[in-house]
């Protein structure tokens, strides 16, 4: 999984309460990235960052914010999780190369909201 | 604009097949075309990519074909295995957005024996 990890692997959790998901890096890359994935609806970009403390917003980012403080950890949250939120949540690093952008996803997150 | 497109939503091949998979894209802009595959359980993993300057790139048993003009790339395995089986997601991104993938919706491969 390219030294990328996240945590924790499994949540359920109850609507209304917040949600941190971690995603620690080995590498250290500038960019990291938060997509979920839906069944129909392939990955889809969450938020993103582009160095410490620069962050930028994806397709589907209401309801979601995350911090970077150091280099290797990104963090999501969800300030009070909803239902639509239960998806699984992946964690991506980038490396440029001749070809283009080449992004390396960790394990995921299976996140369940009731 | 924004989105691709991916098509079949689940295929079934024959081992030792070819398994032909295409994606559709509307932003000219787009610079940046990866294929991933997924197995249950795991994070999707960088199968192969192209660029819009190339019609056709191989790796193995894979190939991306690239149609610009008709703005659609194909993925195409060749002799297909079982351990082949796995969902495959098409990407495009434009490399002045922070390299933000596009995916499309997957298609669910099964190779039978």
């Known amino acids: 999984d390219a030294g990328i990890t996240q945590s924790p692997r499994h949540k359920v959790t109850e609507t209304g309460t917040p949600v941190t998901l971690r995603c620690h890096q080995t590498?250290?890359?500038?960019?990291m990235y938060w997509y979920r994935q839906d069944p129909g609806h392939g990955l889809r970009l969450i938020h993103y960052s582009y160095g410490v403390k620069d962050t930028d917003k994806g397709e589907v980012s209401d309801g979601y914010s995350v911090s970077r403080s150091k280099t290797e950890d990104f963090l999501l949250t969800l300030e009070s999780a909803t239902s639509s939120q239960t998806s699984v949540y992946f964690c991506a690093i980038s490396s440029w190369s001749g070809s283009g952008n080449e992004q390396f996803f960790g394990p995921g997150t299976r996140l369940t909201v009731l | 604009q924004q989105q691709v497109k991916q098509s079949p939503q689940s295929l079934i091949v024959q081992k030792g097949g070819i398994s032909i998979i295409n994606c559709a894209y509307e932003n000219t802009a787009f610079d940046y075309f990866p294929w991933y595959q997924q197995f249950p359980g795991k994070g999707p993993a960088l199968l192969i990519a192209i660029r819009p300057d190339v019609s056709e790139k191989k790796e193995g048993r894979f190939t991306i074909s690239f149609n610009k003009s008709a703005k659609q790339f194909s993925l195409h395995i060749m002799d297909s295995q079982p351990g082949d089986s796995a969902t495959y997601f098409c990407?495009?991104?434009?490399?002045?957005?922070?390299?933000?993938?596009?995916f499309g919706q997957g298609t669910e491969l099964s190779v039978k024996p």
């Open positions: 590498e250290n890359h500038r960019y």
């Open positions: 990407a495009a991104s434009r490399g002045n957005q922070g390299g933000k993938l596009i």
